[in-house]
């Protein structure tokens, strides 16, 4: 469309159902090709583009994050990351990583934040999701609910649970036939690998590298 602004009409999707934009800044889902539309969507980006530059600006890190949408909230963390101390590094890579429903999409983006050689990484996990961690065995139990196409290409994702349970709402929760069936894969863990514990949502969730896990073996859910 001629009023939309280039940098929308670069993200406007035209296959499928319906029209949409899905810009870093700005999502229309759908999108309605009619002028108020077209508007309102220029307005919200001029909007936020100068709110993330004055969050830049002003050092305001996780404002400037969480004003992207969340599939490019990873990317936007890289972007600003070596101007982070380590101790605002961690805690916010945390909160991005706490709302994200992409992990699998942006994985490489997630590798390279999560096993990056800062210092602090203790800081990943909460103070009091820390305290439930120091209490926990040397060697523990994980779970991760995930599909049959996942274990046969051998992709092992960074979060597991401590929660046998939760693993199986976890690997029922999208399941598509094209995935084949829910499975629940199992591993030990030596706790001091951990990257980091997340109890917010009650999920038990460990975070891990999978090249740490040891043991490892899957059954199908029931």
């Known amino acids: 469309m001629e009023n939309l602004d280039r940098e929308l009409q670069a993200y406007l999707e035209t296959d499928g159902d319906f029209p949409m934009i899905r810009h870093p800044l700005v ?30 600006a002003n050092r305001r890190w996780s404002e400037f994050v969480f ?3 969340r599939p490019y909230r990873i990317g936007a963390f890289q972007e600003i990351h070596p101007d982070m101390t380590d101790r605002e590094y961690w805690p916010l890579l945390r909160d991005v990583w706490t709302d994200s429903e992409n992990i699998f999409q942006n994985h490489i983006e997630w590798w390279e934040a999560l096993t990056s050689p800062r210092q602090r ?7 009091a999701d820390r305290a439930v961690l120091k209490k926990l065995p040397e060697t523990i139990h994980v779970y991760r609910g995930t599909t049959q196409v996942e274990m046969d290409g051998h992709y092992l994702g960074f979060s597991w649970t401590l929660s046998e349970e939760k693993a199986v709402w976890f ?7 094209s995935d084949g069936p ?5 591993a030990d863990l030596l706790t001091k690998h951990a990257i980091g514990y997340i109890d917010g949502r009650g999920e038990q969730e460990i ?7 040891q043991r490892l073996d899957w059954e199908l859910a029931e």
Request: cysteine-free; charged content about 30%.
């Open 27 to 56: 999502f229309a889902v759908p999108f309605l090709e009619i002028p108020e539309e077209v508007d309102r969507v220029n307005k919200q980006l001029a909007a936020k583009k100068e709110m993330v530059d004055k969050a830049l």
């Open 67 to 69: 004003l992207h949408e």
């Open 207 to 213: 975070v891990v590298e999978p090249k740490e896990l």
């Open 171 to 177: 690997a029922k929760r999208f399941q598509r036939p």
């Open 121 to 127: 990484r203790v800081l990943f996990t909460s103070s």
């Open 182 to 186: 829910p499975v629940i894969a199992s």
